[in-house]
T-cell receptor, first 114, second 113 residues
Framework: AQSVTQLDSQVPVFEEAPVELRCNYSSSVSVYLFWYVQYPNQGLQLLLKYLSGSTLVKGINGFEAEFNKSQTSFHLRKPSVHISDTAEYFCAVLPGNAGNMLTFGGGTRLMVKP | NAGVMQNPRHLVRRRGQEARLRCSPMKGHSHVYWYRQLPEEGLKFMVYLQKENIIDESGMPKERFSAEFPKEGPSILRIQQVVRGDSAAYFC???????????FGQGTRLTVV
């Protein structure tokens, strides 16, 4: 079984400041890793994913994440946030052996202040 | 190419009524997944279906909940005799097969009054 922990439920940050949203996972098998964004009353949009290869993954809207196998982490970062980045962010894992059934973390609410 | 379509977007039911949530997958997708998001929580997997088959229902509550994905038409998540605790956002995702990316719909927000 897999589990995902997002350590911060809320992250307030000023506009144009850098931000890091933390994600740790546990799994007995190799996993694929994802970050999704959810704007208010909307569905989930894929920001980026790690399947294999380079551990630094670049996604949409200027976000990137780094897979750290030894620390079982997949933290999301952005060097300069905008007001429009205010949303809920979910980290998720998918077992690499089969299926498309994601296990999600509890989410982090990013609140960008002017 | 339309995305995953869920309807209705918002559904209000009184306690004891039935709720039917529909999900039309993206064109060419035959795999459907349902997730539930309780208030202030992340999404939890409920059930995975292919056309006419339930592949994995390990996340489905044992009673009152059922899902189907018929040969023709959308996938349906059915909740009988709804209770206040069923109030949540229900998301559907679809994929071409079990190894390619799943795309999410915008969800159905169920409110039980």
């Amino acid at each position: 079984a897999q589990s995902v922990t997002q350590l911060d439920s809320q992250v307030p940050v000023f506009e144009e400041a850098p931000v890091e949203l933390r994600c740790n996972y546990s799994s007995s098998v190799s996993v694929y890793l994802f970050w999704y964004v959810q704007y208010p009353n909307q569905g989930l949009q894929l920001l980026l994913k790690y399947l294999s290869g380079s551990t630094l993954v670049k996604g949409i809207n200027g976000f990137e994440a780094e897979f750290n196998k030894s620390q079982t982490s997949f933290h999301l970062r952005k060097p300069s946030v905008h007001i429009s980045d205010t949303a809920e962010y979910f980290c998720a894992v998918l077992p690499g052996n089969a299926g498309n059934m994601l296990t999600f973390g509890g989410g982090t609410r990013l609140m960008v202040k002017p | 190419n339309a995305g995953v379509m869920q309807n209705p977007r918002h559904l209000v039911r009184r306690r004891g009524q039935e709720a039917r949530l529909r999900c039309s997958p993206m064109k060419g997708h035959s795999h459907v997944y349902w997730y539930r998001q309780l208030p202030e929580e992340g999404l939890k997997f409920m059930v995975y279906l292919q056309k006419e088959n339930i592949i994995d229902e390990s996340g489905m509550p044992k009673e009152r909940f059922s899902a189907e994905f018929p040969k023709e038409g959308p996938s349906i998540l059915r909740i009988q005799q709804v209770v206040r605790g069923d109030s949540a956002a229900y998301f559907c995702a679809s994929s071409r097969d079990s190894y390619t990316e799943a795309f999410f719909g915008q969800g159905t927000r169920l409110t039980v009054v």
